[in-house]
Protein backbone atom coordinates (compact mmCIF):
# COMPACT_ATOMS: atom_id res chain seq x y z
CA UNK A 1 0.00 0.00 0.00
CA UNK A 2 1.27 3.52 -1.09
CA UNK A 3 1.34 6.03 1.73
CA UNK A 4 1.63 10.40 1.03
CA UNK A 5 1.22 13.28 3.60
CA UNK A 6 0.15 17.10 2.69
CA UNK A 7 0.43 19.47 5.51
CA UNK A 8 -2.32 21.73 6.50
CA UNK A 9 -1.25 25.28 6.60
CA UNK A 10 -2.22 28.67 8.40
CA UNK A 11 -2.04 31.63 6.26
CA UNK A 12 -0.87 34.23 8.25
CA UNK A 13 -0.45 37.36 6.14
CA UNK A 14 -2.69 38.16 2.96
CA UNK A 15 -4.61 35.69 1.74
CA UNK A 16 -6.98 37.37 -0.77
CA UNK A 17 -4.65 39.88 -1.69
CA UNK A 18 -2.24 36.96 -2.49
CA UNK A 19 -4.48 36.24 -5.72
CA UNK A 20 -3.83 39.46 -6.97
CA UNK A 21 0.46 39.33 -6.35
CA UNK A 22 0.43 40.89 -3.06
CA UNK A 23 2.99 39.08 -1.27
CA UNK A 24 2.10 36.62 1.70
CA UNK A 25 2.97 34.36 4.56
CA UNK A 26 2.29 31.11 4.99
CA UNK A 27 3.33 27.98 7.29
CA UNK A 28 2.43 24.34 7.16
CA UNK A 29 1.17 23.58 10.57
CA UNK A 30 1.53 20.25 12.34
CA UNK A 31 -1.35 18.34 11.84
CA UNK A 32 -1.55 17.06 8.07
CA UNK A 33 -3.61 14.58 5.93
CA UNK A 34 -2.14 10.85 4.84
CA UNK A 35 -3.79 9.62 2.01
CA UNK A 36 -2.64 5.99 0.97
CA UNK A 37 -3.39 4.36 -2.33
CA UNK A 38 -4.04 1.04 -3.45
CA UNK A 39 -4.82 -0.86 -7.16
CA UNK A 40 -8.26 -2.95 -6.68
CA UNK A 41 -9.69 -5.50 -9.19
CA UNK A 42 -12.83 -3.44 -10.13
CA UNK A 43 -14.70 -0.59 -9.58
CA UNK A 44 -12.94 2.06 -10.99
CA UNK A 45 -11.67 4.89 -8.91
CA UNK A 46 -12.85 4.98 -5.69
CA UNK A 47 -12.38 7.23 -3.03
CA UNK A 48 -13.19 6.73 0.83
CA UNK A 49 -12.72 9.76 3.01
CA UNK A 50 -11.66 8.98 6.43
CA UNK A 51 -11.01 12.54 7.99
CA UNK A 52 -12.26 14.01 11.04
CA UNK A 53 -14.38 17.01 9.97
CA UNK A 54 -16.36 19.96 10.87
CA UNK A 55 -20.00 18.47 10.22
CA UNK A 56 -21.04 19.02 6.87
CA UNK A 57 -17.72 19.73 5.21
CA UNK A 58 -17.24 16.71 2.98
CA UNK A 59 -20.93 16.67 1.81
CA UNK A 60 -20.13 20.36 0.74
CA UNK A 61 -17.43 19.70 -1.05
CA UNK A 62 -17.88 16.53 -2.45
CA UNK A 63 -18.76 18.11 -5.83
CA UNK A 64 -15.29 20.09 -5.88
CA UNK A 65 -13.62 16.58 -4.62
CA UNK A 66 -14.17 14.81 -7.32
CA UNK A 67 -13.73 17.45 -9.81
CA UNK A 68 -10.36 17.50 -7.79
CA UNK A 69 -9.30 14.21 -7.80
CA UNK A 70 -10.07 14.31 -11.76
CA UNK A 71 -7.73 16.77 -12.61
CA UNK A 72 -5.26 15.31 -10.23
CA UNK A 73 -5.53 11.95 -12.49
CA UNK A 74 -5.43 13.71 -15.60
CA UNK A 75 -2.23 15.83 -14.30
CA UNK A 76 -0.27 12.24 -13.16
CA UNK A 77 -1.25 10.70 -17.18
CA UNK A 78 -3.78 7.97 -14.88
CA UNK A 79 -6.61 6.86 -16.53
CA UNK A 80 -9.42 7.75 -14.81
CA UNK A 81 -11.68 5.08 -14.34
CA UNK A 82 -8.72 3.03 -13.37
CA UNK A 83 -9.27 0.30 -10.54
CA UNK A 84 -8.06 1.99 -7.44
CA UNK A 85 -8.80 3.09 -3.57
CA UNK A 86 -7.49 6.05 -2.15
CA UNK A 87 -8.52 6.54 1.58
CA UNK A 88 -8.10 9.89 3.41
CA UNK A 89 -6.84 10.47 7.11
CA UNK A 90 -4.46 11.73 9.26
CA UNK A 91 -5.25 14.06 12.23
CA UNK A 92 -5.88 17.75 10.29
CA UNK A 93 -9.42 18.61 10.77
CA UNK A 94 -11.12 18.50 7.06
CA UNK A 95 -12.38 22.52 7.75
CA UNK A 96 -12.72 25.80 5.88
CA UNK A 97 -9.36 28.00 6.17
CA UNK A 98 -6.91 25.10 7.64
CA UNK A 99 -5.72 24.15 3.79
CA UNK A 100 -7.63 20.70 3.94
CA UNK A 101 -8.30 20.72 0.45
CA UNK A 102 -4.47 21.57 -0.72
CA UNK A 103 -3.42 19.14 1.96
CA UNK A 104 -5.23 15.91 0.68
CA UNK A 105 -4.08 17.29 -3.31
CA UNK A 106 -0.47 17.21 -2.18
CA UNK A 107 -1.31 13.85 -0.38
CA UNK A 108 -2.82 12.09 -2.67
CA UNK A 109 -0.39 13.01 -5.48
CA UNK A 110 2.88 11.60 -3.34
CA UNK A 111 0.23 8.34 -2.63
CA UNK A 112 -0.23 7.50 -6.05
CA UNK A 113 3.07 9.03 -7.05
CA UNK A 114 4.63 6.24 -4.67
CA UNK A 115 2.22 3.24 -6.06
CA UNK A 116 3.00 3.63 -9.79
CA UNK A 117 6.66 4.50 -8.98
CA UNK A 118 6.55 7.64 -10.40
CA UNK A 119 9.39 9.07 -8.24
CA UNK A 120 8.07 12.64 -8.77
CA UNK A 121 10.35 15.28 -6.72
CA UNK A 122 8.02 18.22 -4.91
CA UNK A 123 8.28 20.60 -7.23
CA UNK A 124 6.48 17.81 -9.71
CA UNK A 125 4.06 17.23 -6.49
CA UNK A 126 3.28 21.02 -5.75
CA UNK A 127 2.09 21.40 -9.45
CA UNK A 128 -0.20 18.23 -9.69
CA UNK A 129 -1.68 19.54 -5.87
CA UNK A 130 -1.83 22.91 -7.67
CA UNK A 131 -4.23 21.30 -10.80
CA UNK A 132 -5.95 19.59 -7.63
CA UNK A 133 -6.71 22.76 -5.69
CA UNK A 134 -8.50 23.81 -9.48
CA UNK A 135 -11.07 21.75 -8.23
CA UNK A 136 -11.80 23.51 -5.07
CA UNK A 137 -11.45 27.21 -5.91
CA UNK A 138 -10.90 27.77 -9.75
CA UNK A 139 -8.14 30.54 -10.28
CA UNK A 140 -5.97 29.49 -6.87
CA UNK A 141 -2.92 31.45 -6.29
CA UNK A 142 -0.68 28.48 -5.45
CA UNK A 143 -0.05 29.71 -1.76
CA UNK A 144 -2.32 26.48 -0.05
CA UNK A 145 -0.24 23.84 -1.87
CA UNK A 146 3.37 25.08 -1.59
CA UNK A 147 2.50 24.92 2.52
CA UNK A 148 1.25 21.81 2.01
CA UNK A 149 4.10 20.36 -0.16
CA UNK A 150 7.26 21.92 1.69
CA UNK A 151 6.49 22.70 4.87
CA UNK A 152 7.92 25.57 7.13
CA UNK A 153 7.22 29.20 6.87
CA UNK A 154 7.24 30.44 3.32
CA UNK A 155 6.92 33.91 1.98
CA UNK A 156 4.81 33.66 -1.66
CA UNK A 157 3.73 35.77 -4.17
CA UNK A 158 2.21 34.94 -7.20
CA UNK A 159 3.45 35.53 -10.64
CA UNK A 160 4.25 34.66 -13.80
CA UNK A 161 6.15 32.17 -11.89
CA UNK A 162 4.90 32.32 -8.49
CA UNK A 163 7.89 32.50 -6.19
CA UNK A 164 8.63 31.58 -2.61
CA UNK A 165 11.68 31.35 -0.58
CA UNK A 166 11.35 29.59 3.61
CA UNK A 167 11.33 32.09 5.91
CA UNK A 168 13.57 31.18 8.97
CA UNK A 169 12.54 31.97 12.84
CA UNK A 170 14.54 30.41 15.62
CA UNK A 171 11.60 28.62 16.93
CA UNK A 172 8.32 26.92 15.89
CA UNK A 173 5.63 29.29 17.70
CA UNK A 174 2.36 28.33 19.81
CA UNK A 175 -0.89 29.39 17.60
CA UNK A 176 -4.33 28.96 18.50
CA UNK A 177 -6.76 28.48 15.48
CA UNK A 178 -10.45 29.08 16.21
CA UNK A 179 -13.34 27.10 14.69
CA UNK A 180 -16.32 28.92 13.45
CA UNK A 181 -17.99 26.19 12.57
CA UNK A 182 -19.14 27.01 9.19
CA UNK A 183 -18.04 25.61 6.03
CA UNK A 184 -17.25 28.38 3.95
CA UNK A 185 -16.84 28.63 -0.07
CA UNK A 186 -13.53 30.20 -1.26
CA UNK A 187 -14.61 30.54 -4.87
CA UNK A 188 -17.49 32.57 -4.27
CA UNK A 189 -15.41 34.76 -1.40
CA UNK A 190 -12.69 35.45 -3.74
CA UNK A 191 -15.05 36.53 -6.97
CA UNK A 192 -16.73 39.20 -4.28
CA UNK A 193 -13.22 40.50 -3.62
CA UNK A 194 -12.51 40.96 -7.18
CA UNK A 195 -16.54 42.35 -7.85
CA UNK A 196 -15.79 44.93 -4.88
CA UNK A 197 -12.45 45.66 -6.38
CA UNK A 198 -13.17 46.37 -9.98
CA UNK A 199 -16.51 48.51 -8.53
CA UNK A 200 -14.19 50.71 -6.33
CA UNK A 201 -10.68 50.52 -7.53
CA UNK A 202 -9.30 53.37 -5.81
CA UNK A 203 -10.05 52.51 -2.10
CA UNK A 204 -9.19 48.98 -2.98
CA UNK A 205 -5.27 49.96 -4.64
CA UNK A 206 -4.79 52.07 -1.00
CA UNK A 207 -5.69 48.54 0.57
CA UNK A 208 -3.50 46.71 -1.25
CA UNK A 209 -0.72 49.11 -1.25
CA UNK A 210 -1.50 48.33 2.44
CA UNK A 211 -1.31 44.83 2.72
CA UNK A 212 1.88 44.93 0.67
CA UNK A 213 3.68 47.05 3.74
CA UNK A 214 2.25 44.70 5.94
CA UNK A 215 3.61 41.40 4.41
CA UNK A 216 7.13 42.69 3.95
CA UNK A 217 7.32 44.68 8.34
CA UNK A 218 5.60 41.24 8.83
CA UNK A 219 8.65 39.44 7.81
CA UNK A 220 11.53 41.25 9.16
CA UNK A 221 9.48 41.21 12.83
CA UNK A 222 9.46 37.43 12.42
CA UNK A 223 12.81 36.81 11.60
CA UNK A 224 14.11 38.94 14.40
CA UNK A 225 11.43 37.30 16.34
CA UNK A 226 9.52 40.87 17.64
CA UNK A 227 6.63 38.70 18.29
CA UNK A 228 4.50 41.62 19.95
CA UNK A 229 5.07 43.25 16.13
CA UNK A 230 3.67 39.96 14.15
CA UNK A 231 0.56 40.09 16.27
CA UNK A 232 0.31 43.86 15.81
CA UNK A 233 0.49 43.32 12.02
CA UNK A 234 -1.60 40.45 12.49
CA UNK A 235 -4.19 42.84 13.72
CA UNK A 236 -3.72 45.17 11.11
CA UNK A 237 -4.05 42.36 8.35
CA UNK A 238 -7.52 41.49 10.04
CA UNK A 239 -8.76 45.30 9.53
CA UNK A 240 -7.89 45.15 5.73
CA UNK A 241 -9.34 41.65 5.26
CA UNK A 242 -12.49 43.34 7.16
CA UNK A 243 -12.67 46.05 4.84
CA UNK A 244 -12.05 43.99 1.90
CA UNK A 245 -14.88 42.24 3.15
CA UNK A 246 -13.77 38.86 4.00
CA UNK A 247 -14.62 38.68 7.88
CA UNK A 248 -17.73 37.54 9.68
CA UNK A 249 -19.04 38.29 12.72
CA UNK A 250 -18.03 34.89 13.94
CA UNK A 251 -14.91 34.94 13.02
CA UNK A 252 -14.78 38.99 14.83
CA UNK A 253 -16.06 37.39 17.89
CA UNK A 254 -13.10 34.93 17.71
CA UNK A 255 -10.59 37.50 17.06
CA UNK A 256 -11.84 40.03 20.00
CA UNK A 257 -12.23 36.99 22.66
CA UNK A 258 -8.36 35.63 21.41
CA UNK A 259 -6.75 39.06 21.84
CA UNK A 260 -9.22 39.81 25.37
CA UNK A 261 -7.46 36.37 26.79
CA UNK A 262 -3.71 37.97 25.85
CA UNK A 263 -2.94 37.27 22.64
CA UNK A 264 -0.32 38.73 21.36
CA UNK A 265 -2.64 39.26 17.73
CA UNK A 266 -5.04 37.59 15.49
CA UNK A 267 -6.77 37.29 12.71
CA UNK A 268 -9.10 35.32 10.30
CA UNK A 269 -7.09 33.03 8.03
CA UNK A 270 -7.85 31.65 4.79
CA UNK A 271 -10.78 32.33 2.97
CA UNK A 272 -13.10 33.97 5.61
CA UNK A 273 -16.77 34.25 5.88
CA UNK A 274 -16.24 31.77 8.01
CA UNK A 275 -13.58 28.71 8.52
CA UNK A 276 -10.79 29.73 10.94
CA UNK A 277 -9.01 32.77 12.77
CA UNK A 278 -5.28 32.69 14.28
CA UNK A 279 -4.07 33.89 17.15
CA UNK A 280 -0.69 34.41 17.88
CA UNK A 281 -0.02 32.61 21.81
CA UNK A 282 3.89 32.43 22.13
CA UNK A 283 4.59 29.96 24.99
CA UNK A 284 1.86 26.47 26.16
CA UNK A 285 0.33 28.87 28.77
CA UNK A 286 -0.97 31.45 26.58
CA UNK A 287 -2.01 29.23 24.30
CA UNK A 288 -4.24 27.23 26.75
CA UNK A 289 -5.38 30.45 28.24
CA UNK A 290 -6.64 31.68 24.83
CA UNK A 291 -7.50 28.46 23.50
CA UNK A 292 -9.99 27.96 26.89
CA UNK A 293 -11.12 31.48 26.64
CA UNK A 294 -12.62 30.22 22.75
CA UNK A 295 -13.91 27.33 24.12
CA UNK A 296 -15.88 29.27 26.50
CA UNK A 297 -17.52 30.53 23.77
CA UNK A 298 -18.59 27.19 22.08
CA UNK A 299 -16.11 26.93 19.49
CA UNK A 300 -13.53 24.34 18.87
CA UNK A 301 -9.91 25.21 18.86
CA UNK A 302 -7.23 23.50 16.84
CA UNK A 303 -3.64 24.26 19.44
CA UNK A 304 -0.92 23.73 17.14
CA UNK A 305 2.31 25.59 15.91
CA UNK A 306 3.35 27.63 12.92
CA UNK A 307 7.56 27.07 11.75
CA UNK A 308 6.89 23.23 11.66
C1 LIG B 1 -7.41 30.41 0.60
O1 LIG B 1 -6.80 29.55 1.55
C2 LIG B 1 -6.51 31.55 0.27
C3 LIG B 1 -7.10 32.58 -0.71
O2 LIG B 1 -6.14 33.64 -0.75
C4 LIG B 1 -7.32 32.00 -2.10
C5 LIG B 1 -6.04 31.68 -2.83
O3 LIG B 1 -4.98 32.19 -2.47
O4 LIG B 1 -6.14 30.95 -3.81
C6 LIG B 1 -8.41 33.17 -0.21
Not at 91 to 107: D, P, R
Not at 249 to 256: I, K, P
Request: net charge neutral; aromatic share 6%; proline share 4%.
Amino acid sequence: MAEGKGYGKCIMFNEHFVVYGIPSIVSAIGDATVATAEETESGGTQLIDSRPATPGYKEEKKEQQEDSLRRILNAMNIPLNKNLRITLKGNLYAASGVGASAASCTAIARALSQLFDMELDDNRINEIAYEGEKGYHGTPSGVDNTASTYGGMIWFVKGEPSTFDPIKIPHPIEIVMGNTGTVANTKAAVAGVQERKEKNPELYDQLFNQARNVAHDARKALESSELKEVGRLMNVNHQLLQKIEVSNNDLDTLVETARKAGAFGAKMTGGGLGGYMVALTPGQSLQEKVAKAIEKKGFSVLKTKVGV
